[in-house]
């Protein structure tokens, strides 16, 4: 074991400066708080008008989105609407809900009624879904007001919002930088202030990394915890939605809001929402924190040392450090490049040209398939759903797609196994800090190691998340993973927020 | 082309088809014919399998939809649980084994399929290993029984034949899209077109009765699909060919037919059958090939990530089988017990096919001869369907006065068309009406003796045995009597005088 106090006392101060930047309110009138949960408490209470947390971060929308592009949609209008009628319930003795007022950014792959939704693809042009995706109105139902749509790797395929029909979203920490993927947009829309919420999906890390690099928290809960209804789907068997926010505390508020069962998703599990806020006081005596012995390599030497800053937070705080072993988690990547685009395949069929968005006309209908398919998807895209295609066809199902799902489940016994020494395990979210924009854009597979530590959960159907630990390299925020196993939500943000609390503590104020 | 040989004559241009009269083993040119059926069933759900929206045959166009049914982005199928109820009643009528089953997807584009796949079972079907039995008794095997959702409907306008290919524009019609389907494969057990028929007969009868489907194969709530193969006795299975399009029951033997008799000339020329599906054209009587094996798509099934494993539990599957009702076949057993009348024969399959069984039943518990009964509902309530009009107690009634001897045949027939025709009826009241009354036996004999006397001629020629005679003398005292007497107890005072 390393030596503890020195570690500790660099650790600190570097994530003092961080901290301390990220808190400043500069950038929110300075009445408004910055957290969901004190708007909340603020709009219920009578003491803030919904009306003004929403101009106040409209105001900021329009002065920073112009550098940093998270959005492809705002809806002011109907924010303001919605806002409204959040302070007319209050004003007449109504209460509009747990998330009264607060703005809230969506990820556009998420149905808005009557709203574009476009999943940053030019083949989804003009549609408006008929219907809001569940979330979506469980937020409404908590009193939320939903600001605008975010920018997003085209149908969520990608680590680094570069491959949006509409453009790049940059890293409000350094604009010259990505946001990270595929939910950069809603990561990059609560680091910059625009909302103090933001609703992302995480198909292999699509939440975690992206919060990892804008310095954000992000989960992805259980798979069944959240309804995916109304969430355009990637790969069905691997995608779920869950929150960004700027502490622990805000996304516990969320996840009780939206989780819970859903009878239009027959893979979500019934059961009552998470309760979590209830035990982000408890702290992490006694947990076993595991250590992955051989996780893959390729980490960078500033991302592992935060990992092992985290580990000393913990142990501080009264949690053991175990070792575990998971053999088969080299073997995720591949696995989930065949597994994903195997389903992207399927699910991304429908956009034939015959029913809704773009259509390009052509000679007869396989020609206005090809077309329309042709000019509607994007490189990325077009590149999954071949590799899909490949992997699903006669002849070489076996070899591909069948053995990926052999390598899933093997994956899922790892976990099983390293879940029987350790409540919770330990990982770098993203082994890099945020890159320069197009310093990858050009090599595939080094966009997909981006993942290399978030893909495993998403295999597993596991919960896992994204704390901000400190700064790496360029001063750069680095997050670290927390994983736990299925349902393992509330000793997740346990130790989340034992790791939240060891920052503060160390001076960073919240 | 032409093939000839013991009473068969099969020109293909011509389309013109002999079959010799065949002793039940069915064989064509000395080749066997072995045809499975794939049969696709509509079920009889209020809503569709995976969403909420209606339903209903016939209605408006794209008036039963919602998110799933289109296939919008987003959206998620829920399965229908009346509609894996009905699969079961289906699989346990079919005496199939209910097993835990799974979803996957078929992909394939087509315009009126809105997700570009369909959901559908694969490897592991709802309802495995069963068998239909024949009115006759013999066995056809059921390999499975399946639940996947159905299609939108496609409408081509211009180009020909009604196909995509070539059309000006196509309307689709999403009403239909997501409609449970229960796609029932048959082994291929079937040796003459004759089976076929009787197949997807019973079938049907199975499917209305346990509730499951209105089975009609002209509105599409039944399609059948033809594999079809001939072969040498005693050779291994030929190639096959599937036959798709066939929208009557009757179609279904002509297409068969015509199939097997098409590969027989190709293989009697030395050529090879392409394993194809082929398009059955109703208007010339002729299979069309619609696309080669190698031209099949590759439906890339894999499991449906939207939905999870279907595992009923014993208990439901119980309540299932316990709840189901009699079936066609146990009708037609019970109706043969009861009347004497074979279990195969014509009046108890139209009987039980019309559904009308326990009206003769009733009509039997009300105190008339069942097998009278029998007769008279197969050729007087063919448009009374299975619940006739007519009250049991008044055909009972009628019929104790026939069997009685109070009604000759031909009174009983008079008196039934005007209860039919009234929807029930006294039949003392309509036969006094009608001056109908027993003639007693002595006024008969008098008017025999009476013909006898002014017909002598024919009367020696009967009692020489020229047995056209009678005909001349019944006709003869039938007409004396004004149509009072019974043509039985004629016949018996003729032969008795005859000595």
């Known amino acids: 074991m390393r030596p503890l106090l020195k570690t500790d006392v660099s650790v600190f101060r570097r994530s003092l400066d961080w901290t301390a930047e990220m808190t400043t309110p500069t950038n929110i009138h300075s009445n408004i708080p910055t957290t969901a949960f004190a708007i909340a408490d603020g709009v219920r209470s009578g003491t803030l008008k919904a009306v003004d947390v929403l101009e106040a971060h409209l105001a900021q929308i329009a002065a920073r989105e112009g550098d940093i592009h998270a959005f492809n949609l705002v809806t002011a209008d109907e924010a303001r609407a919605a806002a409204a009628r959040v302070d007319a319930d209050v004003a007449a003795g109504r209460d509009p809900g747990v998330l009264a007022g607060v703005p809230i950014a969506l990820k556009d792959n998420m149905c808005t009624r009557g709203i574009p939704t476009t999943c940053s693809s030019k083949i989804l042009e003009g549609w408006r879904p008929p219907y809001d995706a569940t979330v979506v109105q469980r937020l409404a139902a908590a009193g939320a007001v939903a600001i605008g749509k975010t920018n997003l790797d085209e149908f969520a395929m990608g680590s680094s919002t570069e491959n949006s029909a509409f453009g790049v979203t940059y890293n409000p920490r350094d604009t010259s930088r990505v946001s990270g993927g595929s939910s950069g947009g809603s990561a990059a829309a609560v680091a910059a202030g625009f909302s103090p919420i933001s609703i992302g999906s995480d198909t292999g890390g699509s939440i975690r990394q992206p919060a990892a690099l804008c310095g954000v928290v992000g989960v992805k809960p259980t798979y069944g915890t959240v309804s995916r209804y109304g969430l355009v789907a990637y790969a069905s068997s691997l995608d779920q939605m869950g929150p960004f926010s700027t502490d622990v505390r805000d996304s516990a508020l969320v996840l009780e809001a939206i989780s819970g069962h859903d009878p239009m998703d027959s893979t979500s599990i019934p059961q009552a929402p998470l309760s979590l806020l209830n035990v982000l006081s408890q702290g992490v005596e006694g947990l076993r924190v595991g250590r992955i012995t051989d996780l893959p390599g390729g980490a960078d030497p500033d991302v592992t040392a935060r990992l092992e800053a ?21 073997y995720a990547l591949t696995a989930y490049y065949l597994i994903a685009p195997a389903e992207a395949s399927s699910n991304l069929a429908r956009y034939d040209g015959v029913r809704y968005g773009m259509r390009v006309n052509a000679s007869d209908t396989n020609a206005m398939y090809s077309a329309t398919r042709t000019a509607g998807f994007g490189e990325e895209v077009k590149r999954r759903i071949m590799l899909g295609t490949y992997a699903l066809s006669a002849g070489y199902y076996d070899a591909y797609y069948g053995k990926a799902l052999k390598v899933r489940r093997l994956i899922s016994d790892d976990f099983a196994r390293a879940y029987t020494k350790a409540d919770v395990l330990l990982t770098p979210t993203s082994p890099i800090v945020a890159f320069p924009v197009g310093e990858k854009s050009d090599d595939p597979l080094a966009m997909y190691l981006c993942d290399i530590y978030t893909i495993p ?21 680095v997050g670290v993973q927390i994983l736990a196993p299925t349902l393992g939500e509330q000793v997740m943000f346990k130790v989340a927020a034992s790791l939240e609390r060891s920052m503060i503590a160390t001076g960073g104020a919240k | ?78 399965l229908n649980r009346q509609a894996v109820e009905l699969a079961m009643r289906i699989g346990l ?120 489907s209105d ?49 027989i000339v190709l293989l009697e020329a030395g050529e090879k059958i392409r394993q194809e599906t082929r398009h059955w054209d109703e208007t010339d009587g002729r299979t069309h090939t619609l696309r080669s094996k190698e031209d099949a798509d590759d439906y890339r099934y894999f499991l449906e990530p939207d939905l999870v494993p279907l595992n009923p539990d014993q208990a439901w599957i119980d309540a299932v089988r316990a709840a189901l009702p009699m079936l066609p076949r146990e009708r037609r057993l019970r109706l043969s017990q009861a009347t004497g009348a074979p279990a195969d024969g014509e009046a108890i399959m139209v009987v039980v096919e019309r559904g009308q069984d326990d009206y003769v039943m009733a009509v039997g518990d009300a105190g008339a001869d069942v097998a009278r009964a029998l007769v008279h509902v197969k050729e007087a309530f063919a448009e009374q369907g299975a619940s006739p009009t007519v009250p049991a107690t008044d055909l009972a009634q009628m019929i104790i006065m026939e069997t009685g001897g109070k009604l000759t045949s031909t009174q009983a027939k008079t008196v039934l068309a005007e209860i039919v025709a009234n929807g029930g009826g006294d039949a003392v009241a309509i036969a006094a ?6 003639m007693d036996n002595s006024a008969l004999e008098a008017i025999v003796d009476q013909v006898i006397a002014e017909q002598a001629e024919a009367w020696s020629k009967y009692c020489g045995g020229e047995q056209k005679a009678m005909g001349a003398l019944v006709g003869a005292i039938m007409k004396a009597s004004q149509g009072k007497a019974d043509g039985k107890a004629v016949t018996a005072l003729l032969l008795a005088k005859k000595g």
């Open chain 2, 93 to 212: 009528a079919l005496n199939c084994s209910v097993q835990p089953s799974t979803f996957h997807r078929k992909n394939y584009f087509y315009p009126d399929m809105p997700k570009a796949y369909q959901i559908s079972q694969y490897d592991q079907p709802i309802n495995v290993d069963g068998w239909l039995e024949l009115p006759g008794g013999k066995k056809i095997g059921v390999e499975r029984a399946h639940l996947e959702e159905d299609t939108g409907k496609s409408t081509h306008v211009g180009g020909t034949g009604g196909r995509i290919h070539g059309s000006d524009y196509s309307l689709i019609d999403f009403n239909r899209a997501g409609v449970p389907l229960v796609e029932i494969v048959g082994r291929p057990d079937i040796a003459s077109p004759e089976e076929a028929r009787q197949y997807v007969t019973e079938l049907r009868q199975i499917l209305v009765a346990v509730g499951a």
């Open chain 2, 1 to 78: 082309m032409t093939n000839t040989d013991s009473g068969i004559q099969y020109d293909m241009s011509k389309n013109e088809i002999k079959v010799a009269p065949n002793d039940g083993s069915y064989m064509l040119d000395g080749y066997e014919l072995v045809c499975g059926l794939e049969v696709h069933v509509e079920l009889a759900t209020a809503t569709k399998l995976f969403s909420a929206s209606a339903n209903r045959f016939g209605d408006e166009p794209n008036t039963h939809i919602d998110p799933v049914t289109l296939g919008l982005p987003g959206a998620l199928p829920v």
């Open chain 1, 457 to 477: 959960t998403n295999l597993a159907g596991h919960p896992a998340m994204s704390v901000p630990f400190g700064t790496g390299a360029h001063g750069l925020p």
């Open chain 1, 310 to 330: 985290a580990f000393d937070a913990l142990k501080v705080a009264g949690a053991t450090i175990v070792d575990v072993e998971m053999p088969s988690m080299k």
């Open chain 2, 215 to 263: 089975a009609k194969m002209e509105e599409g709530s039944m399609r059948c699909d033809a594999n079809v193969s001939v072969r040498k006795p005693g050779s291994p299975l030929g190639i096959r060919c599937e036959i798709k399009n066939v929208n009557s029951v009757r179609s279904l033997g002509r297409a068969i037919e015509y199939e097997a008799r098409r590969q």
């Open chain 2, 433 to 438: 009406a009608k001056g109908f009354e027993a």
